[in-house]
């Protein structure tokens, strides 16, 4: 079945560190790889998201690239602030059928100044 | 526009009471969801609606009724709730090949 799996949290840092969370998935077909943060007491807001093989999302200094071979779509950020302390969810879409969404279980960044 | 909006944000329930969830979004989009968020557990789809007219269980639909009563609209029901259907609850809704947007939530307690 299809299925996402992320770093266990939480993840701590020093405003400044570099930033690596950790996904990879089990799918059928090719999927569309998807990564969501979610504030405090706020829903999830789409962060960046990755269509095909090799393509690299981007917004706001995060980034991923959709590696196909590792089933992998790893998320860095070369110098944290405090302000990017949130959740962080993977998530594929299945793109036969039903077009469902299968989220990771989140991962907590607390970035420390 | 305002996007994807829930009522209510916050709700107690005692046990075997009943309550509906309001979702509505602006964006004309076609699908909508419903997922509940639980500690350790991320998002669980527990129905969602493809299309106006549609609905489909998800992975968690026991205990849940669901309505879409027109594109704008997906409401979620708890017949007879439960200590068990404690979480927060997410609306989201997208085009049917696109990035899904998500409500605020609603924070239920069930005692």
């Known amino acids: 079945g299809n299925s996402v799996t992320q770093m266990e949290g939480p993840v701590t840092l020093s405003e400044e560190a570099f930033l690596t969370i950790n996904c990879t998935y089990t799918?059928?077909?090719?999927?569309?790889l998807f990564w969501y943060v979610q504030y405090p007491g706020e829903g999830l807001q789409l962060l960046l998201k990755?269509?095909?093989?090799?393509d690299k999302g981007s917004n706001k200094g995060f980034e991923a690239t959709y590696r196909k071979e590792t089933t992998s779509f790893h998320l860095e950020k070369g110098s944290v602030q405090v302000s990017d302390s949130a959740v962080y969810f993977c998530?594929?879409?299945?793109?036969?059928?039903?077009?469902?969404?299968?989220f990771g279980t989140g991962t907590r960044l607390k970035v420390l100044a | 526009n305002a996007g994807v909006t829930q009522t209510p944000k916050f709700q107690v329930l005692k046990t075997g009471q009943s309550m509906t969830l309001q979702c509505a979004q602006d964006?004309?989009?076609?699908?909508m969801y419903w997922y509940r968020q639980d500690p350790g557990m991320g998002l669980r789809l527990i129905y969602y609606?493809?299309?106006?007219?549609?609905?489909d269980k998800g992975e968690v639909p026991n205990g849940y009724n669901v309505s879409r009563l027109n594109k704008r609209e997906f409401s979620l029901r708890l017949e007879s709730a439960a200590p068990s259907q404690t979480s927060v609850y997410f609306c989201?809704?997208?085009?049917?090949?696109?990035?899904?947007?998500f409500g605020p939530g609603t924070r239920l307690t069930v005692l």
């Open positions: 989201a809704s997208s085009v049917i090949d696109r990035e899904q947007f």
């Open positions: 799918a059928t077909g090719y999927p569309s």
């Open positions: 990755a269509t095909k093989a090799d």
């Open positions: 998530a594929l879409r299945v793109t036969s059928g039903t077009y469902k969404y299968i």
């Open positions: 964006m004309n989009h076609n699908s």
């Open positions: 609606s493809a299309s106006e007219g549609t609905t």
